[in-house]
């Protein structure tokens, strides 16, 4: 039973310059989720998907930031021109659920972005 | 947006020892899951119990979702117990909403 992947799992990067990530949800799962955390708080929520359609982003979730799930399977996200606040562990979880109904969300091993 | 918040923030424990963890929320909730985040940043699920009591071999939980909180008990504390120990909801009746609410977490370091 395979789980949640990212790709990269570290990530060094001179401000100004774009970075992608990868996540490869659990094979069955119909929503992806994308998370923040930097150090010492937990994860805050950036934006989700259903299938292949982004159902909500959070503020926190600047012009710079693009997600996108292409083929309702795995996803990128996108941070143009990263500024050092950028600098967090970047988390991808996936959950299967119908309708409303609210489904355990499992997460990755997360990518750790450090802007220089 | 609904409130989460954990106690202790941090808690040291000698191996064997039982402690408690306690999560507040302030709204109805959904969906409430414990993780175990380790030194290497994986969060680890816990438990999925938006109401009643669980128990996985030394771990149990409780919440009681009127009162609005929940309590993860661990027993018999052993060092790879340690690390951080989030409490996350999804706030009821939020449409089409799934985004979970995380805690500040306990940080807990067993000891030999």
């Known amino acids: 039973d395979t789980g949640v992947s990212q790709d990269p799992r570290h990530k060094i990067t001179k401000r100004g310059q774009n970075v992608t990530f990868r996540c490869d949800p659990i094979?069955?799962?119909?929503?992806l989720y994308w998370y923040r955390q930097t150090l010492g708080q937990g994860p805050e929520f950036l934006t989700y998907f259903q299938n292949e359609a982004q159902l909500e982003k959070s503020r926190l979730l600047s012009d710079r930031f693009s997600a996108e799930r292409p083929k309702g399977s795995f996803s990128t996200l996108e941070i143009q021109r990263t500024e050092q606040g950028d600098s967090a562990m970047y988390l991808c979880?996936?959950?299967?659920?119908?309708?409303?109904?609210?489904?355990?969300?499992?997460f990755g091993p997360g990518t750790r972005l450090t802007v220089l | 947006g609904i409130q989460v918040e954990q106690s202790p923030p941090d808690l040291i424990l000698q191996e064997g020892a039982n402690s408690t963890l306690r999560c507040n929320f302030s709204?109805?909730?959904?969906?409430l899951q414990w993780f175990h985040q380790n030194p290497w940043g994986q969060l680890i699920n816990l438990f999925y119990?938006?109401?009643g009591t669980k128990q996985n071999g030394r771990l149990s939980a409780t919440t009681v979702a009127t009162e609005r909180y929940s309590l993860l008990y661990i027993s018999s504390s052993q060092t790879t117990d340690s690390g951080v120990y989030f409490c996350a909801v999804l706030r009821k009746n939020t449409g089409t909403a799934s985004k979970l609410t995380f805690g500040t977490g306990t940080r807990l370091q067993v000891t030999l």
């Open positions: 094979s069955e799962h119909n929503r």
């Open positions: 979880a996936s959950s299967f659920a119908a309708g409303y109904r609210a489904d355990t969300q499992y």
């Open positions: 709204d109805s909730v959904n969906n």
């Open positions: 119990i938006p109401s």
